[in-house]
């Protein structure tokens, strides 16, 4: 078993299963917000340098919990050179270079998730990205030679269009109640501008301001309508980071499993931070956004929404590799499917939002899904096999 030398508890297992679901729900709900936010300055803030303060804060735990790890094996009288030695040659011998290729496509995946949720709305955002279910599967398939079989291959097709359906808009749902369909709109309300439902005399904040008192204050500035949102660009977008996605998860789950080298999780995500934070660097804030970063500084924009956001996608981050770990991709992308109808339960608590035919549907397609997958566990070549709610 290739990560077996510190693989978590079963009960570690579940938490990290848990929190991914719950970082995921809140992740994109933030992260769109900070893309449409009224804008302090004339400047929104540079995506290159949040992707790059996220791969440096990944780098900064990875090592501390590497040290920690590493200094346990070690006598307590030991000078703090052997123990900088080890993890230098845990990082930098062996294959901690092959890491550099999910590394830099990690970093592009995540440059364009960014494009993604600024130029398209929340329900196309989070239909497309569903696509990531299939590309892992046809991934996990190919590089980790494990058959799926028939019905997995049908549970995934069912998980994919279950989690399509919620997030899709029910055409019976009073118009205003749009907002409160898919992930809470009351954050995106440029989506629903360009969805076509134009803004009345009294203007969107009618819809916006009535769900909660704690929205208010936010949704009052909220920049409905602003132009900039470019589809094919966002379509574009989201497709390749699904692809990327897929083929970066399933590299990374490679390496830390069947590689030669047996190196913990903590140890390859240094590595894989390392090459990251080197091409977060050079072909985000160098190459993408160098010159307007110049002119306007590097934190141009940054309030504490961003930061949340960074903060939000670095804890992402590192809960998914040792969600990889302990159990494999396939089982992460159920968990961030469950959190789309977990923004749904929240809506409807917090937003009287009215349960739709979609919802339920949807809804049962996904725990289908989960039941179906969990129903083939044996006889499959899954050392690593972990039941996803058992
Ligand atoms: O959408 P998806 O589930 O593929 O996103 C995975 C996220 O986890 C990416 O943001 C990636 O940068 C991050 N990750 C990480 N360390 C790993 C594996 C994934 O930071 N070892």
Known sequence: DGAGSSKGSSVGKKLSLILLTFQNSALILVMHYSRIMPMSGDHRYFTSTAVFLNELIKLAVSLSMAMYETSKTLAPSTPATVLVEQIYNGVFRGDGWKLALPAVFYTLQNML????????DAVHFQVLYQLK??????????????????????????????????????????????????????????????????????????????????????????????AGMNYSVGFTAVLIAAAVSGLAGVYFEKLLKESPTQVSVWIRNVQLSFYSVIAAFFGGIV?????????????DGYNWIVWVTILLQAAGGLIASLVIRDADNIVKNFATSISIVISFVVSLWLFDFKVSFNFLLGTSLVLVAVWLYNTQEHGLKRPQAVRLFS
């Open 133 to 226: 279910i299939i590309t892992t599967a046809i991934f996990t398939v190919i590089m980790l030679n494990r058959p799926l079989g028939m019905v997995r291959w049908a549970s995934l097709i069912i998980l994919t269009l279950g989690v399509s359906v919620v997030s899709l808009p029910s055409s019976s749902m009073p118009k205003d109640s749009f907002l409160l369909h898919g992930i809470p709109d009351h954050f995106f309300p440029r989506s629903q501008h360009e969805l076509g439902h134009q803004p009345t005399d009294d203007g969107p904040d009618v819809h916006l301001t009535r769900r909660s008192a704690s929205y208010e204050g936010i949704a009052d500035d909220l920049p409905v309508g602003e």
């Open 113 to 120: 998730q960014f494009v993604a949720v600024e130029n398209l």
């Open 287 to 299: 190459w993408q956004e160098g010159e307007e970063i110049l002119k306007h500084g590097a934190f």
